[in-house]
T-cell receptor, first 113, second 112 residues
């Protein structure tokens, strides 16, 4: 099955800085890569996703890049704000797992005012 | 409007006393998932349904069962809860596997 590694486990930045979270996956056939944000005590919510036929996708301050050759994808948050503080999970969907997403372990992002 | 609704939000049960958690969806999605999430950890998939096709994760304890009587509803039954089953239980849906999941607000289960 698919295996997703996520780093770092904790990321602390100053407000206004950029934050980058990286994930690697094992199944080269994986073709869908979502990112979820989970604030404390709340449900995970999709913030951005990318499919394997695209190398980069951007939505305002958030972007995701995908390198299929290296089998890794990254979340980039620019101009971070305190409300960006949350746990972020990456995931990958592979045909070997019937496309059911495999989650990374999560990154706790702390944005200091 | 809430699209994936979980009831109750908080559930307290006694050690060994069966408990049922419920999930309903208004999205008409084919896939429904149950996750267990413990503090500071990623959601752990317990089961998923693709329509009526039930899929059990290999490491899901036998103590956990699930039912999906129709497209809109899905239930998680814990037959004999132990202290280690205290967690947040999240229900999610997606149209198909390789599309975005929509999560409910979860049920926080406490075991006395």
């Amino acid at each position: 099955g698919e295996n997703v590694e996520q780093h770092p486990s904790t990321l602390s930045v100053q407000e206004g800085d950029s934050a980058v979270i990286k994930c690697t996956y094992s199944d080269s056939a994986s073709n869908y890569f979502p990112w979820y944000k989970q604030e404390l005590g709340k449900r995970p919510q999709l913030i951005i996703d990318i499919r394997s036929n695209v190398g980069e996708k951007k939505d305002q301050r958030i972007a995701v890049t995908l390198n299929k050759t290296a089998k890794h994808f990254s979340l980039h948050i620019t101009e971070t704000q305190p409300e960006d503080s949350a746990v972020y999970f990456c995931a990958a969907s592979s045909p070997g797992g019937s496309y059911i997403p495999t989650f990374g372990r999560g990154t706790s992002l702390i944005v200091h005012p | 409007d809430a699209m994936v609704i979980q009831n109750p939000r908080y559930q307290v049960t006694q050690f060994g006393k069966p408990v049922t958690l419920s999930c309903s969806q208004t999205l008409n999605h084919n896939v429904m998932y149950w996750y267990q999430q413990k503090s500071s950890q990623a959601p752990k998939l317990l089961f998923h349904y693709y329509d009526k096709d039930f899929n059990n994760e290999a490491d899901t304890p036998d103590n956990f069962q699930s039912r999906r009587p129709n497209t809109s509803f899905c239930f998680l039954d814990i037959r004999s809860p132990g202290l280690g089953d205290a967690a947040m239980y999240l229900c999610a849906t997606s149209r198909v596997g390789r599309e975005a999941q929509h999560f409910g607000d979860g049920t926080r289960l406490s075991i006395l």
